[in-house]
């Protein structure tokens, strides 16, 4: 799992209450050691003041923290962060001053300490991936989400490389459904992604698909409920759109900390 996600690669994610905005994201997958758990809290700990002053100075939109499932040590990863960002050469180029940042977060905090803590931050994890999203596509909805948040993130590639054809399909088809689904009090919210970096022909995925739940009571609840009639035709449709694309692999992440 390991070798696969670092080919390619996670939401997030539609973000809903800045989804006015163009929104850019940078997905990174951690991977943490059992025994390395508790270290590993307190290192994000940190770095969420950071991120705090970040968001102050307008470098980023805001940050997030989400713990993964299934997050075995032989699966892959256990957390993910998300930064968010309304412009894609802030996001590639790494705008802003970070030590501006740091310094502001941690007005008292000696350069000793601010060094034990970066060499503290690289002993707790291990960046495994990183990945460059582009938002493509969000439902109409007012979801604040809350820490607690429940998101399915689903690993897509576009079948034949056709990511025009694919990205259609979840625009035209699946779009309006989960549109629907939310209007029911089924979902709060769903997006569409597009790989930005990495990409090529060895890239595990191209898309990311996220669906919000407010928690895993709505989640569980809306699939024991009876889907909506639907005609031949768009029955037809919903097809050619689950064979536009291969589901790589699917985390269901909750949301542990969030600065905005």
């Known amino acids: 799992m390991k070798k696969l996600l670092m ?19 940078i ?9 390395l758990e508790q270290a590993y809290m307190e290192t994000e700990l940190f770095w969420e003041g950071i991120h705090k002053q970040r968001v102050e100075n307008g470098d ?12 075995g040590e032989n699966q892959g990863y256990q957390y993910l962060t998300v930064s968010l960002y309304n412009d894609p050469v802030k996001m590639m180029s790494g705008t802003g001053n970070f030590q501006a940042a740091l310094e502001a977060a941690y007005p008292v905090m000696s350069e000793e300490d601010r060094i034990a803590k970066f060499y503290n931050t690289a002993k707790s ?23 607690g948040t429940i998101a399915g993130i689903n690993l897509m590639k576009a079948t034949g490389g ?8 979840e625009t035209e088809i699946f779009q309006p459904i989960h549109q629907k689904e939310i209007e029911e009090g089924k979902m709060e919210n769903w997006s569409l992604m597009r790989y930005m970096l990495p990409v090529g022909s060895d890239v595990y995925a191209s898309h990311i698909t996220v669906d919000m739940y407010r928690d895993y009571h709505q989640l569980f609840k809306g699939w024991t409920q009876p889907g909506p009639s639907m005609s031949e035709d768009l029955l037809q449709k919903i097809q050619e759109g689950l064979s536009s694309r291969d589901l790589k692999y699917k985390y269901m992440a909750t949301l542990i900390r969030k600065v905005r």
């Open 125 to 147: 994890r291990a960046l495994e991936v990183r990945v460059y999203l582009e938002q493509i596509a969000v439902t109409e909805d007012d979801f604040e989400m809350p820490l």
């Open 60 to 71: 980023i939109l805001g940050w997030d923290l989400w713990s993964l499932q299934p997050g």
């Open 27 to 35: 997905f990174e997958f951690m991977k943490v050691d059992n025994e």
């Open 162 to 169: 056709d990511s025009e054809k694919y990205e259609r399909f």
């Open 7 to 25: 080919l390619s690669l996670l939401f997030l994610i539609g973000y809903p209450s800045i989804a006015q905005d163009k929104l850019y994201l």
